[in-house]
């Protein structure tokens, strides 16, 4: 039986978006199963690094800003995670309106938990040389550089 190919678009800026949106799904799967044992999803992971990892106090609008999300996705996530007694959310007595996150002794032990389970995204990034990690690396941040500036031009 032949082989069948498919182009995505016919404009090859929308076709390599749709390939790189396939790898980043795969990506992501991959990851969301390694994390399924300990029942959380890959963002929730990064929102705990978030917590974990920040010097100073944490509020969901300083997580939306660094991981890139919108508030309400962040809200949600948040929202699941001190339902299942892995962050905390305290309102600040100064400013009552600001909600200050937490990572509690829980949290960091899925965390830490959850940062060992990598080994099959490593294996796929393994795949690249250095200098083709560090070659992803600039284009990873130039994409991100540019979409941020088309994002405050739709706001």
């Known amino acids: 039986m032949p082989q069948t190919t ?3 678009y016919s404009d090859p800026i929308l076709d390599r978006w749709a390939r790189f949106m396939r790898t980043r799904n795969l990506l992501y799967n ?9 029942g959380i ?3 929730q992971l990064g929102i705990l690094n978030i917590v974990n990892m ?8 300083f997580i939306s800003r660094i ?3 919108e508030p309400h ?5 948040l929202k699941r995670l001190e339902a299942r007694g892995l962050i905390k959310l305290v309102k600040d007595m100064q400013r009552r309106n600001m909600i200050r996150v937490t990572i509690t002794k829980a949290g960091e032990d899925v965390w830490e938990r959850g940062i060992k389970k990598t080994d099959n995204v490593g294996l796929i ?3 690249l040389s250095p200098a083709e990690s560090d070659q992803l690396d600039t284009i990873i941040n130039k994409l991100a550089e540019a979409s941020l500036r088309v994002a405050k031009r739709h706001k």
């Open 6 to 8: 498919v182009t995505s």
């Open 30 to 38: 991959i990851f969301r199963r390694d994390l399924a044992e300990l």
């Open 41 to 43: 999803k890959p963002e």
């Open 54 to 61: 920040a010097e100073g106090p944490v509020t969901p609008s």
């Open 67 to 69: 991981y890139r999300r």
């Open 73 to 77: 996705t962040v809200s949600v996530n």
């Open 125 to 127: 990034f393994a795949e």
